[in-house]
């Protein structure tokens, strides 16, 4: 009789370790599943014409991924963005634009004003995307992880036209303020050591 509940005893140890252990595991898991990825592969947008596209399309290219407005003091940036895209296109890079109106509501137009507005003020071909909200907790999933990722500074966007820098691979490498312009020596040399890897 002892020997039995000594058997059941140890029976009993070993349930509770093993379950000790699987919940320990699994609350790994878990943490590792809050990290956010550096890496933009398999993020769905839409573009400013409603079509789904899936980022892992632009593997092999360089991505300057912006959030851009109509009526901001930055919005002349679109000048230098249709710049460096003419010069550099060819080479590998495209151009990611995503109206915003979150920032003094200085992008209320529709889609198609927006497009209208960047073709005929700054002959804009690179690819615009739907307005989406890049603040508070229905923000864009894809920002998510633009300003949480682990390669560069993090938190909030601060302002119209932030840019963000993506590898080849689709990781995030950097971030550039509103105050950077598209054509300034520190974003050209950083695209173009991109280019060249």
């Known amino acids: 009789m002892r020997r039995n509940i000594k058997i059941i005893l140890f029976l009993f140890l070993i349930?509770?370790?093993l379950?000790?252990?699987q919940n320990t595991?699994?609350?790994?898991?878990?943490?590792?599943?809050r990290k956010m990825p550096d890496n933009i592969n398999g993020v769905i947008v839409k573009d400013i014409n409603g079509n789904e596209i899936n980022l892992s399309d632009y593997n092999g290219k360089v991505l300057l991924i912006v959030n851009v407005a109509s009526e901001c003091g930055y919005t002349k940036q679109y000048k230098g963005l249709q710049e460096i895209y003419s010069k550099y296109n060819e080479k590998g890079l495209e151009i990611l634009a995503f109206p915003c109106n979150d920032f003094g509501g200085q992008e209320p137009g529709t889609n198609e004003e927006i497009k209208e507005f960047c073709s005929v003020n700054f002959g804009v071909n690179f690819t615009l995307f739907?307005?989406?909200?890049?603040l508070g907790e229905?923000?864009?999933p894809l920002y998510e992880i633009l300003i949480n990722n682990p390669n560069t500074e993090n938190g909030d966007i601060k302002w119209n036209f932030e840019k963000?820098?993506?590898?080849?691979?689709g990781t995030i490498v950097n971030r550039f303020r509103s105050k950077i312009e598209p054509e300034s020596e520190k974003l050209v040399s950083a695209l173009e050591a991109e280019l060249l890897k």
């Open 15 to 17: 349930m509770v370790v």
């Open 25 to 33: 595991d699994s609350k790994t898991i878990k943490g590792d599943e």
């Open 164 to 169: 963000f820098l993506i590898a080849k691979d």
């Open 19 to 21: 379950n000790f252990a």
């Open 138 to 140: 229905d923000k864009e």
């Open 130 to 134: 739907d307005k989406i909200k890049v």
